[in-house]
């Protein structure tokens, strides 16, 4: 199985649903694209003592878009550079940068990874005021590239019927609801990996 989390902004909670997926599936996890620092990568090492992690292929300094960091460092991210790393396990978590439009460069964007590398969506769906506007705009865009889609993730407390909302609209899988948490440690995502696991195989 061969995922990848997206969301429907940044700072969604992509990085713990990536870890809580690679404890559960026991898989490799990968940031293509890594914009700023601390990086996701050391997260989930702090989160998934003894995960494999394939290093990133585009690390860059500024912590902005992919397309506005590389700008900045005189670099350019060519889509057609990404190959799937090489890993020995079952399956493979590829973290996405961002939400779903996030610009890679002036021609591509986020959402073209996935479809690029033949990845299935896990789509990450933050809970606030407004999170109904951006979750059905992020839907429709995946539906109308016609991805394939293995589920959601709700993260936070629910605002009002938001989540039912949305889950209903996408017809999509509904994978785990994520409490807003006081902290995040490796025993809390190695529960909510138990309670995931089911959901994904």
Not at 16 to 27: E, R, Y
Not at 167 to 193: D, K
Request: hydrophobic share 45%; glycine share 6%; aromatic share 8%.
């Amino acid at each position: 199985m061969h995922l990848f989390v997206t969301a429907i902004g940044t700072d969604s909670g992509k990085t713990l649903v990536s870890a809580i997926i690679t404890k559960a599936l026991d898989a490799t996890y990968w940031k293509p694209i890594q914009a700023g620092s601390p990086t996701d990568s050391e997260g989930i090492a702090s989160l998934v003592p003894g995960a494999k992690i394939v290093p990133e292929f585009f690390k860059l300094a500024t912590p902005a878009s992919p397309q506005f960091a590389a700008s900045q460092e005189n670099a350019y991210l060519d889509l057609h550079d990404l190959r799937l790393p090489q890993f020995d396990t079952e399956h493979l978590v590829v973290e996405g940068a961002g939400g779903l439009m996030v610009p890679i460069n002036s021609q591509d964007f986020m959402v073209d990874i996935p479809q690029f590398l033949s990845l299935e969506v896990v789509l990450v769906c933050n809970m606030y005021l407004g999170c109904i506007n951006h979750s059905i705009l992020t839907i429709n865009e995946i539906n109308r590239r016609n991805m394939r889609v293995k589920g959601i993730v709700f993260n936070g407390d629910p605002v009002h019927n938001s989540a039912e909302f949305i889950a209903n609209y996408s017809g999509w899988q509904v994978l785990a609801h994520i409490p807003t948490l006081a902290e995040v440690s490796p025993a809390m995502v190695a529960q909510m990996a138990d309670e995931i696991r089911p959901a994904l195989v």
